[in-house]
């Protein structure tokens, strides 16, 4: 049977109207904002208002709005940004943004990557992280690649032995998940909440998800990096499991799985110390760039900020 991904389907990148054509920014207040198609509405006892989410730089949301998850999904496939704003936008709430008060880790990550040779240095020490008890060190990355494909290819093997569920192969097609049989699906399920969880620390971290050292070109390439250090522990088993069961409900049965034991294994810390050892030697250094805003010197790398240089006068910032 085929079964399509229910709503709206998302804007392709060319359907998106550039950035440099955008409104600059929508305020509104006192009102529910809405989705209509490809439009957001915003309602209130005047009537309704239909703007294309495409054409949208920022949304601001004043005081008395409410907005609906479809609306929500629709400005974030449209790269729109909102922001939760005070009367008429004075004040500044909230936005989706980076948990992270400093620059750091990103500054690392993209010098890191940058580079060939560290480049290099880093993909191997993300597989040290899979392969503990073995050298990798000269290896190369096309080595590293085989060594991690028969890794997981001997995973599925092994929890198709332990559950006595067929495996044949890795096959699904994103636009029609009920397609494939059930373990596929329960693996479709286990790492797309994987991926989730590991893009909300990235993204906290203030990290870049496209800056990745294995993966590369696509907007989520750390992600799928960071995510594979987990994805034979905690994914290709929960899939497994829950391809035993014989379930109506394969992919929400997964998804609570994978809640679960994430949650046990206290991924998030685990995740983030494994990310702050991959890109920084020594995680202290964090502290010292915590909350402070630097000035870029040519000469000194950086200098204070909040200083009048040239006057001897330091502000009160």
Request: net charge neutral; hydrophobic share 40%.
């Amino acid at each position: 049977m085929n079964q399509q991904i229910p709503g709206a389907r998302p804007p392709t990148l060319p359907e998106l109207v550039r950035a440099q054509d955008r409104l600059t920014f929508l305020y509104l207040e006192r009102c529910v904002i809405s989705r209509d198609a490809s439009a957001i509405t915003a309602t209130d006892e005047r009537g309704t208002v239909h703007v294309p989410a495409a054409t949208l730089g920022a949304l601001l949301l004043g005081p008395g709005t409410n907005v609906t998850h479809q609306a929500m999904v629709l400005l974030a496939e449209s790269g729109a940004t909102v922001v939760w704003v005070g009367e008429r936008g004075v004040r500044y709430y909230a936005h989706g943004r980076s948990l992270a008060k400093s620059s750091r880790l990103l500054e690392a990550q993209a010098e890191l990557v940058t580079r060939r040779d560290s480049r290099l240095a880093v993909a191997r020490a993300m597989y040290e992280m899979r392969f503990p008890d073995e050298e990798v060190s000269g290896l190369t990355m096309q080595q590293l690649r085989g060594r991690e494909g028969a890794r997981v290819r001997k995973s599925y093997r092994e929890h198709s032995q332990r559950t006595g569920v067929p495996w044949e192969r890795r096959e699904y097609r994103p636009d029609d998940f009920g397609s494939s049989d059930a373990v596929n699906q329960a693996l479709s399920a286990a790492t797309t909440c994987l991926y989730g969880v590991v893009h909300a620390v990235v993204v906290a971290l203030g990290c870049s998800p496209g800056l990745g050292f294995v993966h590369t070109g696509h907007e989520r390439s750390f992600v799928y990096d960071i995510a594979d250090l987990y994805k034979a522990e905690f994914a290709i088993p929960a899939a497994f499991d829950a391809a035993a069961q014989d379930l109506a409900d394969v992919g929400g049965h997964v998804r609570r799985d994978m809640r679960d034991r994430l949650h046990k294994a206290k991924l998030l810390e685990r995740c983030v110390r494994d990310i702050t050892s991959l890109l920084i030697r020594d995680p202290n250094e964090l502290d010292q760039w915590a909350d402070v805003s630097m000035l870029w010197d040519g000469r000194f790398g950086a200098v204070s900020g909040g200083v009048s240089y040239g006057s001897g006068e330091e502000t009160d910032w």
